[in-house]
């Protein structure tokens, strides 16, 4: 899991601390009010976080609610989690698609597919096949670009 504590490029939801009574971390999530949660320290207070993000974009997905859309870039202060790179396209194609008012039949439709797959591709905790994720990508009518360094032959 990927901790910023100062600008970085990526999928960030900032997550806030308060102390608790009992000398736990409280951590919520400005984006997501439903989350709240806690750890003994920082850094697990924000593993749970995360975690407690991903349930909630599940949950939002299947009550057809809006995912928020998480930070291209940390503010620089405050602390942040980063979105797995298979939630951050599975919430991403899901607000597309919402967006678009594309259901999940006619996406199913278009991929040449049983909707049951594109069920799956909806389901934060199943391991999507990147190529299924793209050739989705693709039925919606965009793209998906790569942001990772790629050197040059020596």
Do not use: C
């Amino acid at each position: 899991m990927a901790i910023a504590e100062k600008e970085k490029g990526g999928r960030w939801y900032e997550v806030k601390f308060d102390m608790d009574d009992n000398d736990t971390f409280v951590a919520t999530v400005p984006d997501f009010p439903e989350v709240t949660t806690f750890g003994s320290t920082q850094e697990e207070a924000l593993r749970n976080a995360l975690r407690a993000i991903e349930e909630a974009i599940a949950s939002r997905i299947a009550d057809a609610d809006d995912v928020p859309h998480p930070l291209e870039k940390t503010k620089g202060k405050g602390r942040f989690v980063e979105l797995p790179l298979l939630t951050y396209l599975k919430a991403g194609l899901y607000m597309i698609s919402r967006g678009d008012g594309v259901t999940r039949a006619e996406l199913a439709r278009r991929m040449g597919v049983h909707r049951e797959q594109v069920d799956r591709l909806f389901r934060i905790d199943h391991k999507s096949q990147i190529d299924q994720i793209e050739a989705a990508a693709k039925a919606l009518g965009v793209s998906i670009s790569v942001g990772i360094p790629f050197p040059a032959a020596a």
